[in-house]
């Protein structure tokens, strides 16, 4: 079983930045996807980015030119450098991965981290 552990959010003002990072383990196998999702109170969780492991990237609208997925293959590793935050941006930041499990593409379900909280205030 794959264990998501995320760190670094935190409490940072209107046009500030912060930096998420999340680490994999459990498994030999990589998660084929890596990424992050955010929920704000009283709304439906969201997709922010995700990143293969062979580096498409793809973003939420909202966060495009502000936000910035990277990972480590080697590492199992996955950040998120958040830049020019808006309160908008207030949620709990949660890390997710998937398997790739055959040749159609089939996912398997997504691993979860715990979350973490990113606060911006104006």
Not at 64 to 93: C, H, W
């Amino acid at each position: 079983q794959v264990q998501l552990v995320e760190s670094g959010g935190g409490l940072v003002q209107d046009g500030g930045s912060l930096r998420l990072s999340c680490a994999a383990s459990g498994s030999r196998f990589s998660l084929d996807v890596m990424g992050w999702y955010r929920q704000a109170p009283g709304k439906q969780r969201e997709l922010v980015a995700d990143m293969s492991s062979g580096g498409r990237t793809n973003y939420a609208d909202s966060v495009k030119g502000r936000f910035t997925i990277s990972r480590d293959n080697a590492k199992k590793t996955v950040s998120l450098q958040m830049n020019n935050l808006k309160p908008e941006d207030t949620a709990v930041y949660y890390c997710s991965g998937y398997r790739i499990i055959n040749v159609e593409g089939a996912r398997s379900p997504l691993f979860w981290g715990h979350g973490t909280q990113v606060t911006v205030s104006s």
